[in-house]
């Protein structure tokens, strides 16, 4: 299976503040990559799928970029409503979907 | 609207058996990637199964051989059969569904717990 790992596991930032995130597969995903945010007793929320398309009804300060085995999501300008924990996912071939570690965003 | 409404969860004994049910409202289930995630108490994602449009089904190794993911057309409904429930099959587990190979969940259900422990 493709292993997925995430970076950092925790983050503390402020509001405004541009926040990265990166998660990087063991083998090349193309662009099948998704980024999901997930607030606490709730399940997943698709932010972007391939990479870097944005989700309807997702704010634009969220952004994705990446190819391969690196892929970066990024919040322009952190917001209250982000604190949240964020995971990446493969889904090449759509089998043996996995996801990162995840990331907890603290503001 | 696109709903999708899970149950079947509760308490197992290890080694007991229970069948999730994720029935589906908004669009048709056969059309679609579905997937069955769980999270383990304060844990990370977990994809346990994936069933394709085409009746392609896939498990992770931590289920094979014990969960079977599966759907019934004429009820619009999606299941996992689980059996010899183990201990570290508690979890929360949620199903969510793609329109196609791809895109990622863009629609989840609620969750349904399940909790193995004599």
């Known amino acids: 299976d493709i292993q997925m790992t995430q970076s950092p596991s925790t983050l503390s930032a402020s509001v405004g503040d541009r926040v990265t995130i990166t998660c990087r597969a063991s083998q090349s995903i193309s662009s099948w990559l998704a980024w999901y945010q997930q607030k606490s007793g709730k399940a997943p929320r698709l932010l972007i799928y391939k990479a870097s398309t944005l989700e309807g009804g997702v704010p634009s300060r969220f952004s994705g970029s990446g190819s391969g085995t690196e892929f970066t999501l990024t919040i322009s300008s952190l917001q209250p409503d982000d604190s949240a924990t964020y995971y990446c996912q493969q889904y090449k071939s759509y089998l043996g979907l996995t996801f990162g570690g995840g990331t907890k965003v603290e503001i | 609207e696109v709903q999708l409404v899970e149950s079947g969860g509760g308490l197992i004994q290890p080694g007991g058996s229970l069948r999730l049910s994720c029935a589906a409202s908004?669009?048709?289930?056969?059309?679609?990637?579905m997937t069955w995630v769980r999270q383990a108490p304060g844990k990370g994602l977990e994809c346990v199964s994936v069933?394709?449009?085409?009746?392609?089904?896939y498990h992770a190794d931590s289920v094979k051989g014990r969960f079977t993911i599966s759907r019934d057309n004429s009820k619009n409904t999606l299941y996992l059969q689980m059996n010899n429930l183990r201990a570290e099959d508690t979890a929360m587990y949620y199903c969510?569904?793609?329109?196609?190979?791809?895109?990622?969940?863009?629609?989840w259900g609620q969750g349904t717990l399940v909790t193995v422990s004599s």
């Open positions: 908004g669009f048709t289930v056969s059309s679609n990637y």
């Open positions: 069933i394709h449009s085409d009746g392609y089904t």
């Open positions: 969510g569904r793609a329109p196609s190979a791809s895109y990622g969940s863009d629609y």
